[in-house]
């Protein structure tokens, strides 16, 4: 028989538990769906950064290299005015 009595420690319920070690096919199965849920967004995400035109992906150049040269400038100017 399975024992699930280590979920006890991170906050599972009596119950939950009894049913865990009543039916561990139940556990599996959530395990199994997270899983899968992750794998699906990993895809997605992969299938979005694929895709992307060359115009997109220079234009997100374009911003983090402005942001980086506004926080440069922010640093001298607020450096300067310290000395």
């Known amino acids: 028989m399975a024992n699930f009595d280590f979920l006890r420690s991170i906050g599972a319920t009596r119950e939950a538990v009894a049913v865990?070690?009543?039916?561990p096919n139940v556990f599996a199965t959530?395990?199994?769906?997270?899983?899968?849920l992750g794998l699906e967004l990993l895809l997605l995400w992969y299938i979005h950064f694929a895709t992307l035109k060359p115009e997109q992906k220079k234009k997100k150049q374009d911003k983090k290299?402005?942001?980086k040269a506004k926080k440069g400038k922010d640093n001298g100017a607020s450096a300067a005015g310290r000395k």
């Open 30 to 36: 959530i395990i199994a769906v997270l899983i899968g």
């Open 65 to 67: 290299n402005k942001s």
């Open 20 to 23: 865990l070690n009543d039916q």
